[in-house]
């Protein structure tokens, strides 16, 4: 049940499903939150300090890779 919380968090927080190359983040998120007895902070800190937050593709990035150069 934990690690379903988790998933929804980080999906909420990254706008988008993970990925395996998110199992490190999703793991790290996992251990902030019960070494801290529970804490959402640790959990959300974990999360918005991941490797996985910080190197994110802004939305419009992502949509147009497939799109032709601008001249």
Do not use: C, W
């Given at each position: 049940?934990r690690?379903?919380?988790i998933?929804h ?12 190359a998110d ?6 998120a ?28 802004s ?13």
């Amino acid at each position: 049940m934990r690690q379903v919380f988790i998933r929804h968090v980080f999906r909420y927080y990254l706008g988008r499903n993970e990925s395996l190359a998110d199992a490190k983040t999703l793991q790290d998120a996992d251990r902030a939150y019960v070494e801290s007895n529970g804490s959402y902070k640790a959990l959300l800190v974990s999360l918005l300090t991941s490797d996985s937050f910080l190197k994110r593709a802004s939305p419009s990035v992502a949509q147009n890779t497939n799109a032709p150069a601008k001249p």
